[in-house]
């Protein structure tokens, strides 16, 4: 009975983990308005510099320093490790630089159409770079989602440039660390240590100018520059303790309440326009989430089956 009490505990605080880092994710486009004065990239170093001084806080917090510098030590010595990180680093640079610019761009809608089509992305890569299975569910919801895709393109004139930036750089990202196998606390601390050097150079170039932000005499402004560190550390230390307790599958679910909230703030907060093709869009993107959720339910299975032998 314990066993059995425990385990839910367990199981409610991935879920509280896990709601808290996609519920930071989706309400972050209200704090980067408050920046909207600031240049895209000039958030972009701050935020990279804030983020690798709260993670070495975290580290010292938790007396994690001398595990990480051994890990440290143990992937520069290891090239391809090496540089694995510092691609992964490159990409999450450019994919906050792109939704950081966006938002600021009255863009949160495409946001938020980007991060609902990352899933799927990230399975296309699984499957054309590391063999991985593909079902007949899982083409059924790439084929549905990049109508809805084209249904956007063909009715706007344009491709949906942030959107698909967006979700291929996160899914490139993401596979990255799966192929690297580290840790949350150290990837999240070495990604921003890498482009912290280039980060520092610019913001001091910036300051030599005369246009830099960042000062004594814009405190809110500052703060906020400075708080960027603790915005986008913190929900990745919820995730990886979420993701520790709790199956795939869950987690698959959850992931969808950060693009929910965005599209919601950017139509009912920032009135930025959804039109009937954002509908119809987005519908086709939801039914396909709907099914690449549902592919590996007993139920989907059994009808692939089915299907397959009927079709044979």
């Not at 170093?45 to 001084?53: I, P, T, Y």
């Not at 910036?206 to 550390?233: C, D, E, I, K, N």
């Not at 969808?256 to 119809?280: D, K, M, N, Q, R």
Request: hydrophobic share 55%; glycine share 8%; net charge positive.
């Amino acid at each position: 009975m314990n066993l059995r009490s425990d385990q839910g505990n367990e199981r409610l605080a991935g879920v509280l983990f896990a709601a808290g880092a996609y519920l930071l994710w989706g309400v972050l486009p209200i704090y980067w308005k408050q920046l909207s004065q600031v240049p895209a990239y000039e958030i972009l170093a701050h935020r990279v510099v804030w983020s690798c001084l709260f993670m070495f806080c975290i580290l010292l917090a938790t007396r994690g320093l001398r595990q990480f510098f051994k890990e440290m030590l143990d992937i520069c010595r290891n090239r391809k490790k090496l540089l694995g990180l510092v691609i992964a680093s490159l990409l999450i640079s450019v994919n906050w630089l792109i939704y950081i610019w966006a938002v600021n761009e009255n863009r949160v809608v495409e946001t938020s159409l980007g991060y609902y089509i990352n899933p799927l992305v990230s399975v296309l890569l699984g499957i054309v770079v590391l063999k991985e299975r593909f079902s007949m569910w899982q083409s059924v919801s790439f084929a549905l989602a990049a109508i809805g895709v084209i249904t956007m393109t063909v009715s706007f004139g344009t491709i949906p440039w942030v959107s698909l930036s967006l979700a291929i750089s996160f899914a490139f990202y993401g596979m990255c660390k799966k192929i690297l196998g580290i840790g949350a606390v150290t990837a999240t601390t070495l990604e921003t240590l890498i482009v912290s050097p280039v980060a520092v150079a610019y913001l001091l170039y910036l300051a030599g100018q005369g246009v830099g932000t960042f000062s004594l005499s814009a405190l809110p402004t500052s703060g906020l520059l400075m708080g960027a560190g603790a915005m986008t550390a913190t929900p990745l230390l919820l995730f990886a303790s979420g993701a520790n307790r709790l199956p795939l599958s869950l987690m698959g679910f959850i992931q969808y309440v950060s693009p929910t909230i965005a599209l919601a703030i950017g139509v009912l907060l920032y009135h930025e326009p959804f039109t009937t093709v954002h509908l119809i869009s987005f519908s086709l993107i939801w039914l396909a989430l709907g099914v690449f959720s549902l592919a590996r339910t007993r139920i989907f299975v059994s009808a692939e089956e089915w299907i397959a032998k009927a079709s044979s």
